[in-house]
């Protein structure tokens, strides 16, 4: 009983990227997303000089780590901790012990809007009721100081998405921003129930750069 309130859980990250990706409309806001191996790691620090790996499966920001290109060499920043290598073998060793064999998934880092030199991302909760869709809340979470993750479980702030996005924007884009955040939700929901019937609850993380675009970091099917 408890199980069919909730809907359906897809779990893996990547095959609801797949599901978006399908999508003329949602694949702009997608960031570049490929499967963990040490060559397309190299390969996609040289296009985007910065890259976000996640676990496959599981929340939180448990397990989530960046890795970007400095000069001649990368930063490594795992948990509250960051560390310089001079070469890509250096770094890889350290993604490859902290993986722990586990799927992960390589993203483009994006250069999200900051408040106080603190990312700021946005979560928009959205569930069906009695057979129709409705928004629930949207919220701001901004990182906590020396972190790139955003998760309240590891530190962050808690905002209303009003007041999130009033820290990054000016009003009037701040409102627009919102309104195209809801589109999109509505867009990529009647996608991913298509493909995943059975889903009830969905929570969209979503961010949005220095230049004001907005990407679809990731979709939960058992949002917090």
């Not at 290598?85 to 992960?104: Q, T």
């Not at 990182?143 to 924007?169: D, E, Y």
């Not at 701040?174 to 996608?191: P, Q, S, Y």
């Amino acid at each position: 009983m408890q199980q069919q309130k909730r809907g359906r859980q897809v779990a893996s990250k990547w095959l609801k990227t797949v599901a978006l990706l399908a999508s003329p409309k949602a694949a702009p806001h997608i960031p570049r997303t490929k499967p963990f191996n040490r060559k397309r790691l190299h390969r996609m620090l040289r296009r985007y000089g910065v890259v976000v790996l996640k676990p496959v499966r599981g929340g939180g920001g448990l397990g989530v780590m960046k890795v970007s290109r400095q000069g001649g060499g990368y930063l490594y920043a795992y948990k509250s901790r960051t560390r310089k290598f001079g070469s890509f073998r250096g770094v890889w060793k350290a993604v490859h012990r902290a993986r722990r064999r586990r799927p992960y998934l390589i993203q483009q880092g994006i250069d999200l809007a900051c408040y106080k030199q603190r990312p700021i991302d946005f979560r928009l909760k959205y569930m069906k009721r009695n057979g129709r869709w409705r928004f629930v809340a949207i919220l701001g979470k901004i990182a906590k100081p020396g972190l790139f993750v955003t998760n309240i479980c590891r530190g962050g702030t808690l905002v209303s998405g009003s007041k999130g996005l009033s820290l990054s924007f000016p009003s009037k884009e701040a409102e627009a921003k919102k309104r195209e955040m809801r589109e999109l939700t509505k867009t990529c929901t009647k996608l991913l129930e298509r493909r995943f019937p059975g889903i009830r609850q969905l929570g969209y993380d979503y961010g949005i750069d220095r230049n004001g675009h907005i990407w679809i970091l990731e979709v939960n099917t058992r949002p917090q």
